[in-house]
């Protein structure tokens, strides 16, 4: 099962499980949502296996401490980002050191993180392994290079940032240095760059496509899925035939891979 919860600068939350072991990737809302969240798709809380935790940014942290605290659940991240946690409030047997690029195990689950660029102090993302399926979260990236895609190519399922709409965050009604950072190469993916990325992806053999953390200001999810699909399609790739593409719904639970 590979899940967005909810995706978007209110909070983001991802799950992965094979079955036998489920963590979440991120926690950024509080634990009666979560709670609420995971009980609507049938996981119970005392099944999670760990958190992992791609940087320390408010949306993406939130409920980490306490979720952490109530379940006894590990923490995974990079040192730099556990310190820059502090205030979570996650206990020291709790706190799991990470390196990007440094593959690790927690139960059934193959887990390698990856740097990103992005204005954190040391942002990853990360790829899943079990059985023969190899799943991936990319979010939260400034520009695409060749490193992070060596790392997602070969996947079978992507969650894939699609942030902003390029027209519309330009035009919008944010400040211009907060334009700058959004756009900048530490800043956000914008549709265009995913739509790229996604091409690249499925023309390597990844079949499914979700697109997430999209702004609420400056991108639809019509957008999104829209340049995504148009720029498959001109390569003969269509979306609901050849692949699945889907978008993170905000608030909600979004599956787009139920198998185990």
């Not at 193959?110 to 059985?131: C, L, Q, R």
């Not at 702004?215 to 999104?224: G, L, Q």
Request: aromatic share 6%; proline share 3%; net charge neutral.
């Amino acid at each position: 099962m590979f899940l967005s919860l909810v995706s978007g600068s209110s909070g983001n939350c991802s799950l992965i499980s094979d079955g036998k072991t489920t963590v979440l990737c991120d926690c950024g809302l509080g634990i009666r949502r979560l709670e609420e969240l995971l009980k609507s798709i049938g996981i119970s809380p005392d099944n999670l296996s760990a958190i992992l935790i791609t940087h320390e940014h408010s949306d993406h942290i939130k409920g980490a401490g306490v979720v952490s605290k109530k379940y006894g659940l590990p923490v995974f991240a990079t040192e730099q980002t556990h310190n820059a946690m502090k205030n979570c409030g996650i206990s020291d047997e709790n706190i799991k050191y990470i390196s990007p690029g440094k593959d690790f195990e927690i139960g059934t689950l193959g887990i390698k993180p990856f740097s990103i660029p992005h204005d954190a102090i040391d942002p990853v993302g990360y790829s899943f392994f079990y059985g023969n399926n190899k799943l991936s979260i990319a979010t939260d990236i400034g520009h695409m290079n060749d490193y992070i895609f060596e790392n997602i190519k070969g996947s079978i399922a992507v969650i894939l940032e699609s942030n902003h709409d390029i027209t519309m965050l330009k035009n919008g009604r944010y400040p211009e240095f907060l334009k700058r950072r959004i756009l900048g190469n530490f800043g956000h993916l914008s549709n265009n760059d995913a739509a790229q990325t996604a091409l690249n992806l499925l023309e390597s053999g990844t079949k499914h496509i979700m697109l997430a953390h999209l702004s609420n200001d400056n991108n639809t999810p019509k957008a999104a899925l829209l340049e995504t699909a148009e720029l498959a399609k001109k390569s003969g790739i269509i979306a609901g035939k050849d692949f699945s593409l889907s978008v993170a719904n905000r608030y909600l639970p979004t599956t787009f891979l139920a198998h185990k």
